[in-house]
């Protein structure tokens, strides 16, 4: 126990130690320029939000663009140098993942903030949030897919119009698989989908992280492989 919580406050000073550089290395900038999209677009929209129409959509619109900027975020070019470091995979996306991740979900409660305040209709801002968690987990998962198994060092650009084609063929799903509706009848099984996808893709993500050269070991304290070993 003493030598994990010891390894764990290494780890932390050393991400503490490399903030500045991890600052100027990650390509963050997406997120910012879609805040400034955002902003347009709320303005733009300000009278259609005070009348309560198309709120839910516009901050669809909103999930939408901040999915497609988060995954910019692990583009690294020097990547492959860096794998034999010793701070975790894991905690190195976490850590870059971060940058991006917490002013995109600033922008979106700002912008929910907003239209919860402006709108005379109320706004079902947890539903949506689960869309927009589950929609940009799943643009994570995709470029932690992409970074693992194919060797891309920018999935960000492969990521970003893979999301944007996504929010155009999720309006047009059959009812049976629908995700995007109204408040109604399928409203409630809709949501079960999107936790569904949100499961899949934190589950993705996380075995996309495991480190190579320790991702196996676990199976060989199990004891039916101590058994295999020692059978004739």
Avoid: N, Y
Wanted: proline share 8%.
């Amino acid at each position: 126990m003493r030598r994990r919580r010891t390894a764990a406050a290494l780890r932390c000073r050393q991400l503490a130690a490399a903030g500045p550089s991890l600052v100027r290395a990650v390509r963050w900038q997406p997120v910012p320029l879609v805040a400034a999209g955002v902003v347009l677009l709320l303005w733009w929209r300000d009278e259609s939000v005070v009348r309560g129409s198309g709120s839910p959509w516009l901050l669809r619109a909103v999930a939408l663009a901040l999915a497609a900027a988060v995954p910019f975020a692990l583009d690294d070019r020097s990547r492959r140098t860096v794998v034999a470091a010793p701070t975790g995979l894991a905690a190195r996306t976490l850590a870059v993942l971060g940058l991006a991740v917490v002013p995109a979900a600033a922008v979106w409660a700002s912008a929910c903030a907003w239209i919860a305040v402006r709108t005379s209709r109320p706004v079902p801002v947890a539903a949506l949030t689960l869309e927009a968690g589950a929609t940009t987990a799943a643009a994570v998962a995709v470029a932690l897919v992409l970074v693992r198994w194919r060797e891309v060092d920018d999935p960000g650009a492969l990521t970003a119009p893979l999301v944007l084609a996504l929010g155009l063929l999720l309006p047009r799903l059959p009812t049976w698989a629908a995700l995007v509706t109204e408040p109604g009848p399928g409203w409630t099984a809709s949501h079960l989908r999107w936790t569904a996808v949100l499961a899949l893709a934190v589950g993705s993500a996380a075995v996309a992280v495991l480190d190579p050269g320790g991702g196996r070991a676990p199976l060989r304290r199990l004891p039916w492989r101590v058994w295999a070993s020692s059978s004739p």
